[in-house]
């Protein structure tokens, strides 16, 4: 377990590392490209990374990051426009496209972890049923012995008693109660007189039928 999580802090900081620096080469090349280009796209990849390998708020913080420095590559790229709120107008509008796309795979990423799981939940249960399945049939093509005075059951050189049957050849699960008969032999000594009634007057006879 420790060694898991080490592993997944590594990674962690190797896909940080990654984004950030790509983060960094999108903008250094956006703004050598100035404005005859739309590089803004380019903006998707750190974004990208953080969702498929981190999680929903690295997802933000990425997607934040990327509308400050698109806003701050067309701040110094030099480009004029009709009134100055466009550019905070374009850097807003990167971090939407970001953050929505991050998070629409983010939520995909999300998805298919959980139904990988449930195909291997799936698929354990199959094998434990073929598994029961198999053994249930190899008991029912065989014969099987019962002790005729103590009622165990032989299974190849064991004897074992019904309940050890019914949980390990079986897998069922028991517990325990008390039939009519049980209840007769319990209550009723050989003379025919309560058992429990001759020892506790107070014990009212019981009649089980």
């Not at 592993?7 to 950030?20: A, E, I, M, P």
């Not at 590559?73 to 496209?97: L, P, R």
Request: hydrophobic share 45%; aromatic share 10%; net charge neutral.
């Amino acid at each position: 377990m420790k060694a898991t999580s080490q592993t997944d802090g590594s990674l962690r900081r190797r896909v940080l590392f990654v984004s950030v620096a790509s983060l960094g080469a999108m903008a250094y090349i956006d703004y050598i490209t100035g404005t005859e280009l739309i590089f803004s796209a380019a903006y998707l990849i750190p974004v990208a990374l953080c969702a498929w390998y981190l999680g929903k708020r690295e997802v933000w913080l990425m997607a934040l990051a990327g509308g400050v420095v698109s806003w701050l590559v067309d701040k110094f790229s030099g480009h004029f426009y009709a009134h100055n709120s466009i550019q905070y107008w374009n850097g807003f509008v990167c971090f939407i496209i970001c953050a929505v796309c991050g998070l629409l795979l983010w939520n995909l990423r999300r998805l298919m972890t959980e139904r990988e799981q449930v195909n291997d939940d799936l698929r354990r249960s199959l094998a434990e049923l073929a598994r029961s399945t198999a053994e249930i049939r190899k008991l029912q093509a065989g014969l099987q012995v019962v002790c005729a005075w103590t009622h165990q059951i032989k299974v190849g050189d064991k004897w074992m008693s019904a309940d050890e049957f019914l949980t390990t050849q079986l897998h069922l699960n028991l517990t325990h109660g008390m039939s009519p008969e049980g209840a007769l032999k319990f209550w009723e000594e050989p003379s025919g007189e309560p058992q429990v009634r001759e020892r506790h007057p107070a014990v009212p006879k019981v009649t089980v039928t």
